[in-house]
């Protein structure tokens, strides 16, 4: 059960980085495959706004490897529980404002490995 949590944790966290490759390095190129709704004239003045974005994303990243990183299991628990509530609070921001196809693509990941994280805990 430890180890389905941690690989939940580390694809959540790839995802993420993916997030973060797009919105700040290939908006103007996935980022128009990704979000075929957006307006298209607006992806090159909306780039630096999309990049901010894939910041936050990295930040997320960044704290889900982290927690799978740190040996302590009470410590490694409370940061992947704080990190996987970010990812949902965001995910289901996302998809109320955004997409509702977020809710499933960032969301119930989380929820799925936050379910698991506090049964293990």
Request: positive net charge; proline residues 2%.
């Given at each position: 059960?430890?180890?389905?949590?941690?690989?939940?944790?580390?694809?959540i966290a790839i995802e993420h980085l993916y997030i973060l490759y797009m919105e700040m390095f290939a908006w103007e190129t996935l980022g128009k495959k990704t979000f075929k709704?957006?307006?298209?004239?607006?992806?090159?003045?909306?780039?630096?706004?999309?990049?901010?974005?894939?910041?936050?994303?990295?930040?997320?990243?960044?704290?889900?490897?982290?927690?799978?990183?740190?040996?302590?299991?009470?410590?490694?628990?409370?940061?992947?529980?704080?990190?996987?509530?970010?990812?949902?609070?965001?995910?289901?921001?996302?998809?109320?404002?955004?997409?509702?196809?977020?809710?499933?693509?960032?969301?119930?990941?989380?929820?799925?490995?936050?379910?698991?994280?506090?049964?293990?805990?």
């Amino acid at each position: 059960m430890v180890l389905l949590s941690q690989i939940l944790i580390l694809l959540i966290a790839i995802e993420h980085l993916y997030i973060l490759y797009m919105e700040m390095f290939a908006w103007e190129t996935l980022g128009k495959k990704t979000f075929k709704n957006f307006p298209e004239h607006l992806f090159t003045p909306t780039k630096a706004l999309a990049a901010n974005q894939g910041l936050y994303n990295g930040f997320l990243a960044a704290g889900l490897i982290w927690s799978c990183l740190i040996a302590d299991k009470l410590w490694s628990s409370n940061i992947t529980i704080f990190f996987l509530a970010c990812v949902i609070v965001a995910g289901l921001y996302g998809a109320l404002t955004a997409s509702k196809r977020i809710f499933y693509v960032q969301a119930l990941p989380a929820i799925i490995a936050l379910i698991i994280v506090l049964v293990i805990k």
